[in-house]
């Protein structure tokens, strides 16, 4: 008798393929024993028994293996749900994946089906954009602009081309341009579409900045121009002669030529910080150290307008953040001279520095009586901040004008003229050198007893978890 194997037989279910081998010893084990009973000239009690035992024993061999197919079929099974659908992707896929733009296959089998459009296969730049998980999905979960899903609709149900521009935004802001194209109808009849979004962040980004330069630069140097040409041509006419008044003018004039080599400076760097503020820096900053060298560089300042200056920052080292150094100095330094500017002579500014902060405890007010405003939010970081806070005694800010103290040539009212001297782009600038950053700023502030700029930075990954033991506060007073 032939005994027919898995492979021979048609339709032999591929789960017992694991089982061939026991029931293959079992059933010659069975005929072996039969044969040497026979030959043995033992009892048919004696050779049923010797049967029966072989009989049990193979059946034992094989509920046990059967169990173990089973238990690995299972335990395939869950891997597999649990696995994202791009592991599976087809061998092509690797090509899109290589794309550095998002890409997106839609498909929908009905027009006012509206949650019927879903995408089918996206790259990893589109799951690292769109924060995809699985190549399969609705598309109002990722997209939902209404003029980037017109434009799909168009190519799917019009069978045309469209584009639309899609705005990201968030901290960081981005511009995407989305390209629809039609694709025709898969085998089970639902239409498909190819959706590209193409970065064009930094085309526009140019641009805004080039444009707000000119406007910026334009507005502001009229005022000190004015007032250049109407000295000099007052210094042509009857003051020619007179030495009092030509050494005032010269005075002023030399004043005003000063604001605006410094407007231009502030203008120039504005622009350059705008234009590369959706790429993270690289590179690390002792805070700690940055802080005191900001410090020794307004020594004169200090003595100048007679203020002491007390520090509160923790050891070097300890406060490692992820950044521009030169930037980050920028930042400290336009927050310290801003609270030397309005704090009073024979009064103190406070630079606080502590390491190791969750956002909530980095961004938490210094005062719960005072009016505070988050100036700007970090999308997404990490775990761990450091915080720089900044405090004047000054008369403060009330609590409207607080949302506009970031903007370009703005001054507070009341504080326009003086001796507070400034081009109103300080804390513009800081404001975007902290979102290039991916950090955070905030500001309280309490009439009559100043106010506090918090500027909380991510600190490097691998940096100290517990908060360090701040240094002995030095209050410095230089005259």
């Known amino acids: ?24 010893a079992g059933a010659a084990g069975i005929l072996g024993i039969v044969g040497l009973a026979i030959a043995s000239g033992a009892d048919a009690r004696l050779a049923s028994w010797m049967v029966l035992l072989a009989a049990g024993v193979t059946g034992l061999l094989t509920w046990h293996v059967a169990e173990q197919v089973n238990a690995h079929e299972s335990a395939s099974a869950a891997t597999a749900a649990m696995r994202p659908a791009h592991e599976d992707a087809p061998p092509y896929a690797s090509l899109i994946n290589a794309l550095p733009d998002p890409v997106l296959v839609i498909a929908a089998h009905e027009p006012d089906d509206l949650t019927g459009r879903r995408f089918v296969l996206v790259n990893a730049a589109a799951r690292e954009t769109f924060r995809i998980q699985y190549d399969a999905g609705l598309l109002v979960t990722a997209i939902r602009d209404p003029e980037v899903l017109e434009a799909v609709d168009e190519a799917l149900f019009g069978g045309l081309d469209s584009e639309a521009v899609y705005e990201m935004r968030g901290a960081q802001e981005r511009v995407l341009r989305a ?74 004039m030399q004043a005003q030529a000063d604001r605006m080599a410094r407007l231009i400076d502030d203008l120039l760097s504005l622009s350059r910080i705008e234009l590369n503020e959706h790429i993270a820096p690289e590179g690390e900053t002792d805070l700690a150290a940055a802080v005191m060298d900001v410090v020794d560089g307004v020594a004169p300042l200090l003595r100048e307008r007679d203020v002491k200056l007390a520090t509160d920052l923790p050891c070097r080292g300890q406060a490692l953040v992820a950044g521009d150094r030169d930037q980050i100095i920028q930042v400290i330094q336009n927050l310290i001279d801003n609270a030397i500017k309005y704090t009073p002579k024979g009064a103190t500014v406070q630079v606080g520095l502590r390491a190791a902060l969750t956002h909530d405890a980095a961004a938490a007010p210094r005062d ?80 009559g007893k100043g106010a506090t700029f918090t500027a909380y930075f991510p600190m490097l990954r691998g940096a100290p978890s517990e908060p360090p033991t701040s240094a002995e506060a030095a209050v410095t007073k230089l005259s």
């Open 368 to 447: 719960p009586h005072a009016a505070r405003l988050s100036l700007l939010t970090p999308d997404h970081g990490p775990d761990l901040y450091a915080s720089l806070r900044v405090t004047d005694s000054g008369v403060g800010l009330a609590r409207e004008t607080l949302p506009r103290l970031t903007e370009r040539f703005y001054r507070v009212e009341g504080q326009k003229s003086g001796e507070r001297h400034g081009t109103g782009l300080g804390l513009a600038i800081v404001k975007h050198i902290m979102n290039r950053h991916r950090g955070g700023l905030t500001v309280e502030s309490v009439l």
């Open 179 to 252: 390209i629809a194209k039609p694709l025709g109808v898969a085998p089970d009849g639902a239409r498909l579409a190819l959706l590209v979004l193409r970065d064009e962040t930094d085309i526009r980004r140019s641009e805004r900045t080039r444009a707000d330069f000119l406007a910026n630069a334009s507005h502001e140097l009229r005022t000190p121009l004015a007032s250049l040409s109407g000295f000099i041509e007052t210094l042509r006419g009857h003051a020619r002669t007179d030495e009092g008044a030509r050494d005032k003018f010269l005075a002023i």
């Open 1 to 24: 008798m032939a005994l027919l194997s898995p492979s021979s037989t048609p339709g032999w279910p591929a789960r017992l393929s694991p089982l061939w081998p026991v029931l293959s």
